[in-house]
């Protein structure tokens, strides 16, 4: 029993016209690479207007890759038209070439590629040329700012020295005060340490005084009371007297 055979895939056919900016910049050399590169086998030639021709077939999936390549080329190549239709294969072509005019039209092309390569480089170097204008004015004037930030620079860094001067002195100030304070702390201690000392004298005095005055107290308080008694005693006596001297009176 014989193996089945993979069935190879239908060859399919395109007929293109390209216009635009597409002769003398290089288009057909890129799409001669591009067929070779994804094995389109076909033909890519100018026409008297201006356009190109592409003739190009391959299997369905790769032709389609590269009608979407084939519209989407480099710069300098600018596609205004692709019209594309369907054409018969032809098995006889076998790889993908470019059909090349007359010698004095190919001469051209090669230049007139060149030329167009060039002009665009140098229209771009023109922009860049101007761009480089504008940069090299705003660096003058980044220049010129700079030349009055380094002006102010200096300013600061002299002010910044004053600052810096000022600072040493109120530093050393400070440090006079910090000497003065220390001396102060010190004398307060000993302030601190005489007052504690003639705090305990006080107190230690105010127990003596106390116990004198009490002393003294129960004293006057003893005395007082002795006193009183001897008072009491002695208006005692004169009432007596009183009493008896009036008695007589009476008698008499």
């Known amino acids: 029993m014989k193996e089945d055979l993979p069935q190879r895939e239908e060859i399919q056919a395109l007929q293109v016209l390209v216009k635009g900016r597409v002769q003398r910049v290089g288009y057909r050399r890129y799409l001669l690479d591009l067929a070779q590169d994804l094995g ?17 077939q391959a299997p369905g999936n790769i032709l389609q890759q590269f009608i979407e390549q084939a519209k989407n080329p480099p710069p ?46 140098w229209s771009e170097f023109r922009d860049y040329r101007q761009e480089f204008r504008d940069y090299r004015q705003e660096f003058r004037d980044y220049w010129s700012e700079f030349r009055d930030y380094r002006q102010e620079f200096r300013d600061y860094r002299e002010e910044f020295r004053d600052f810096c001067e000022e600072f040493r002195d109120y530093r050393n100030e400070f440090r006079s005060f910090v000497d003065e304070f220390r001396d102060y702390r010190g004398e307060f201690r000993e302030f601190v340490k005489r007052t504690d000392e003639n705090f305990k004298i006080i107190m230690d005095r105010y127990g003596e005084i106390s116990e004198k005055l009490t002393v003294i107290l129960e004293t006057l308080v003893k005395e007082s009371r002795e006193t009183r008694e001897m008072l009491n005693e002695t208006m005692n006596l004169l009432r007596e007297a009183v009493n008896k001297l009036s008695k007589q009176e009476l008698s008499e």
Request: with cysteine; proline share 5%; hydrophobic share 40%.
């Open 40 to 56: 389109v086998s076909g033909y890519v030639k100018n026409m008297l207007d201006g356009s190109v021709q592409i003739f190009c």
């Open 76 to 121: 300098p190549v600018i596609i205004k038209q692709f019209e594309v239709r369907e054409a018969k294969p032809r098995p006889k072509l076998k790889i993908f070439k470019i059909r090349y005019g007359t010698i004095q039209d190919e001469l051209q092309e090669g230049f007139g590629a060149m030329q167009s390569i060039f002009m665009d480089y």
